[in-house]
């Protein structure tokens, strides 16, 4: 791991979460209207789950609601997180996602993943035993078909492609296209358990670590250390700052009117539906800090006492540094965007964050390399 402080960068993570009967329109508006305040306030990249059946997670097709996004800012970074692979055919989604990266003239992240909610792989036949292994191999399709032409014959256990029988290249027939950026946009690979096999193979490749919000410090750090160790095995130096974090962040005037926020508004209510969620599925182990916490142990007032960062600029800056120091200085910190059941406090919250956490952080960063020139580090 770099031992040298760096400097953090920030992004916006929308799964997203709306709680209630809100129309949808007006969902997707202020999910649009949240994008551009983020670019405005100098978040560096904005992510954008996908989720098929969900009326809580309602965003089907992120890429559709990315190219809008587009069209209203400049120079964010907007991905979709993740691309839910078992879903789609991986010609499908390696021609989208080339298209998409053109259109964003180079702005496009990715993050490949499986699906998370049961109706969404009950609609469509997926065994989620097998999830996995689907994401894996479609992977090495789409990578295979950004970085090499036709003809081209893939076989799998899930799917088979075959580009070869009917190529005209006079008449332009027969082209798989490449993404803008070569050999493809950046890739992250999302991480929630320990020990997840999903990252030695993510650190094989070069793809980039993210780190889910609701997992514990001490998992957090596990993540770091199964994405280093399986990127030295396949020969690669780890880069600590490729590494992105997520966490809930909320920041009022004062500590306890943040405290405060984070339960009653709709941060509290998406961990408590996650948590509900989590219950009624896989369980909760993936959330527990550790091995010998207990379910029972694992509820609303856990999550906000050791992994939400809620306070006054002060306190949210000081546990960012505090996190910091722990796990290594991450490259990306991703805060998740929230419904905006008040939509003051939320823009409140953002803007104490842009103008005063993220300016004292980087003078905690330069302080921190400007010690070290210096030989006090």
Known sequence: MINEALPLRYGLFLMPVHLGDKPLAQCYDEDLELVVRAEELGFHEFWVGEHHTSSIENI?????????????????????????????????????????????????????????????????????????????????????????????ELSGQFWNIRLRDRIDGEMGVGVAHKPLQRPHPPIASPAIRRDSPGLPAAAARGFRPFSHHMVSTETLANHWQTFSAGAMEAGRVPQVADWIVGRNVFVAETTDEARRGARGNSLGACLQYILELSRRGPGLGMWRRNGQMSDAECHLDYMLDEVVIAGDPAEVARRIIALREHLGPFGTLVLVAHDWDDQESWLRSLELFAHEVMPAVERHSKTDRGDKIRGFG
């Open 60 to 152: 089907v097709m992120p890429e559709i609601f990315i190219a809008k996004a587009l069209g209203l800012t400049r120079s964010i970074r907007l991905g979709v997180a993740p691309v839910c692979l078992p879903y789609h055919h991986p010609f499908h989604v390696a021609s989208r996602l080339a298209f998409l990266d053109h259109l964003s003239h180079g702005r496009l992240n990715v993050c490949f993943g499986p699906g998370a909610i049961p109706t969404d792989m009950e609609v469509y036949g997926i065994d989620a035993a097998r999830s996995a292994a689907m994401v894996a191999e479609a992977i090495d399709m789409v990578l295979q078909i950004w970085t090499r032409d036709p003809p081209l």
